[in-house]
């Protein structure tokens, strides 16, 4: 799946804004680190404690560990901000120890975020946790609404699109991935709440190739599917063409999957920038640490450094 950044993200999804990324939740330095949640299955792996941590983490390493992690600052910052008792959370990821990771999601109608580090004082994981759930922001009700605006709109714009073919005999609008996707579209779920999904590591080399330049980790966003920002005119009307016309080149089920993923699915992976860090911020009595846009809650003894391109759990150019 393609990795986007959250600026793209947010346009993607076409995002009535109380959807897409995350949300805002952890505590402060206190010892109830455990994530205890009968609802998570996902792994039995216990909670990495990183207030006792003291030694140097790659990606691999650090995301291989059960706990929480949280996003911050824009992409034009290239993870370089510092963490602030004013600083708003951008996104918060629950790290399973097995793979897979949870990211949960409060933002308001704006696609801005609701929740800043200070708002963190205080709360355990579980804590956390708990307030993520009651801040997950997509309406079910919001959802049918939009679909439906989306398949009247599409219905109308594919019949603009055969009669338009109508004059046309080399354009064949009697692609069956049409009425397929349609059927897609009609059955298309919300999730009522994210699930673990997997992440990936990817490592850009230096000329030589031996080295790494620089490190990202796409990690997996659950919103409003694409399809959704395919209603009312200007940009939307171009892209209701956009996917007809990807449609009618679907000449096999592997484009056409390719194709319904990018519009009909839920889960979009955003790419964050990784850095090398050593250095600490605190914030009332939590202390954070990570790799720069990314950090979880330490001792401040840990250090964070990229992996190596020949690392097994990367992809490398």
């Not at 709440?193 to 796409?218: F, I």
């Not at 919103?223 to 996917?243: D, M, N």
Request: with cysteine.
């Amino acid at each position: 799946m393609q990795c986007y950044s959250r600026r793209q993200i947010v346009k993607h999804m076409g995002l009535a804004a109380g959807c897409l990324l995350l949300s805002p939740l952890s505590g402060c330095s206190t010892n109830d680190r455990p994530i205890d949640s009968a609802d998570n299955t996902a792994s039995d792996k216990e909670q990495f404690d990183w207030l006792e941590a003291t030694g140097t983490y790659t990606p691999s390493d650090a995301f291989k560990q059960k706990g929480l992690w949280f996003t911050f600052g824009n992409d034009y910052a290239d993870g370089r901000e510092s963490v602030a008792k004013d600083t708003s959370i951008t996104a918060i990821f629950e790290f399973y120890g097995d793979g897979t990771v949870t990211c949960w999601n409060v933002y308001d109608e704006t696609g801005s975020s609701v929740i800043r580090f200070r708002d963190l004082e205080g709360l355990s994981d579980k804590e956390v946790l708990s307030m993520a759930k009651e801040h997950w922001p997509i309406s079910q009700d919001e959802f049918e609404s939009k679909k439906q605006n989306v398949i009247d709109e599409l219905s109308s714009s594919y019949e603009d699109l055969k009669a338009e073919a109508a004059d046309n005999p080399d354009l064949n609008v009697e692609n069956a991935y049409f009425s397929r996707f349609f059927e897609d579209l009609k059955s298309m779920l919300l999730p009522k709440e994210p699930e673990g999904k997997s992440y990936s590591l990817k490592v850009q080399t230096d000329d030589t190739g031996n080295n790494t330049e620089y490190e990202k980790v796409c990690l997996p966003t659950c919103g409003y599917p694409g399809v959704l920002s395919l209603s009312g005119g200007g940009a939307a009307a171009w892209g209701r063409k956009e996917l007809w016309y990807s449609l009618l080149r679907a000449d096999d089920d592997t484009k056409y999957e390719s194709i319904s993923n990018s519009y009909l699915s839920c889960y979009v992976n955003r790419e964050v920038n990784l850095i090398e860090s050593d250095t600490s911020d605190d914030v009332y009595s939590s202390t954070y640490q990570g790799f720069g846009g990314i950090v979880t809650r330490t001792g401040g003894s840990a250090s964070f450094v990229l992996d190596e391109p020949t690392s097994d759990e990367v992809e490398a150019d």
